[in-house]
């Protein structure tokens, strides 16, 4: 894993330097802001580059879903294993929050879809009539379109990923009541919205007994309930995709884990 001596830690943490840093990994970190795009643009919400030969996503039921969010790796800093160019697009449906649990998650791309193109071409591609799609703002976490910002940063494990444990074991309460645990957590959470890195999550990383869902290694985008900009997960979540390592170095995004979470 890649090393940096220029990641701050509180000086309870200095101690155990070395091995936090060998968690490093790579990430884009993803600032939104308010500005309208281009159909090829990166952007949260608003309209997707969609061929005039491509149909728009439906659900399982039928219903039209919307642009949750637009990815053109072109705009994008160079991310070890991700796609140097191309568009990839996740679309969700509002069933996807009917009768949620506390929280909920799926692989079977049912009432989400991922859509990738590895190459863009403007002159094959279609806007989409408003009425194609319920516009209704009621369920859906994005309240206006946004484009992108990224950079590059590099993240130790978060706190409560299944691998933090493994990693960093000794950060536990110390001699002198110190709780390095406690420390960690209010330090490395992993929020924000970015694109590789570790997740956040609101209570336990569910990969965290299942062999199955371990295989989704990757990170593949974040987006966390912020305020400022009108995102907002029911009450205050957050929502993952996940990918396998290797499907994601054959550009193949068809099987992808899909958690979101609230208080």
Excluded at 31 to 42: D, G, I, N
Excluded at 220 to 236: A, C, P, R, T, V
């Amino acid at each position: 894993m890649n090393k940096t001596t220029n990641l701050l830690l509180p000086k309870e943490l200095e101690t155990f330097r070395s091995e936090i840093e060998e968690t490093l990994l790579s990430a884009v970190i993803i600032s939104p802001f308010k500005r309208s795009t281009s159909l090829t643009e990166s952007k949260f919400a608003g309209e997707p580059y969609l061929p005039y030969y491509q149909t728009y996503p439906k659900d399982i039921t039928g219903e039209p879903m919307r642009l949750l969010a637009q990815i053109n790796f072109a705009e994008m800093p160079t991310l070890q294993d991700f796609p140097s160019q191309g568009i990839l697009q996740f679309f969700i449906s509002s069933n996807i929050f009917t009768n949620a649990a506390h929280y909920h998650e799926d692989i079977f791309q049912q009432f989400y879809k991922i859509r990738f193109y590895p190459t863009v071409n403007t002159d094959i591609a279609a806007p989409i009539h408003e009425t194609t799609v319920n516009a209704s703002n009621d369920w859906f976490p994005i309240n206006q379109e946004l484009a992108l910002q990224f950079r590059s940063e590099q993240e130790p494990v978060s706190a409560l990923d299944y691998r933090a444990t493994h990693y960093l074991p000794n950060l536990k309460p110390h001699h002198d009541d110190v709780n390095l645990h406690e420390i960690y957590l209010q330090h490395f959470l992993g929020a924000g919205a970015k694109i590789g890195g570790y997740a956040y999550f609101l209570e336990e990383d569910i990969r965290h007994e299942s062999q199955l869902l371990q295989r989704y290694d990757v990170l593949l985008l974040q987006i966390d309930s912020n305020d400022e900009f009108g995102i907002m997960w029911d009450d205050s979540g957050v929502g993952k995709f996940f990918i396998n390592r290797e499907r994601l170095l054959q550009e193949d995004f068809s099987d992808i884990l899909f958690q979101w979470e609230h208080y």
